[in-house]
């Protein structure tokens, strides 16, 4: 079974949108309504996100983007400079994974990790 994709209450519509296309590479798509865009990753994956007037992500919620290697690790957080976005701590191993967290606008944690073996 293939996850097809993921649909997120935000509150900075626009913000979280450009994140993600400046920093993670998704591009946007046609959205059927108001108040919601479409990201479409690599992979065919859609991030969807819904405008929302208040969102309470419960705690340790997150979103994470497995990686094939730990250079790919390394390279989406260049990506992450080459973008201009704020920089999170730089990757670390961890719980036996290489990886980094950031956060998009609105409170969304991301977690990008390699997991070798």
């Not at 590479?25 to 969807?48: H, K, S």
């Not at 094939?68 to 201009?84: F, I, K, N, T, W």
Request: hydrophobic residues 45%; glycine residues 12%; aromatic residues 10%.
């Amino acid at each position: 079974m293939k996850l097809n994709h993921i649909d997120l209450p935000v509150t900075e519509l626009e913000a979280v949108a450009a994140y993600f296309e400046r920093g993670f590479g998704f591009e946007r798509v046609p959205a059927p309504a108001e108040g919601m865009a479409i990201l479409r990753g690599e992979d065919g994956f859609a991030l969807i996100l819904q405008q929302a007037k208040h969102v309470d992500y419960p705690p340790g919620f997150h979103i994470g983007f497995c990686q094939p290697s730990d250079e790919a690790v390394h390279a989406a957080y260049q990506r992450l400079s080459a973008a201009g976005l704020p920089l999170p701590p730089a990757p670390a191993t961890s719980y036996g994974c290489l990886a980094f967290w950031c956060q998009a606008p609105g409170g969304i944690l991301i977690e990008v990790s390699h997991r070798g073996g």
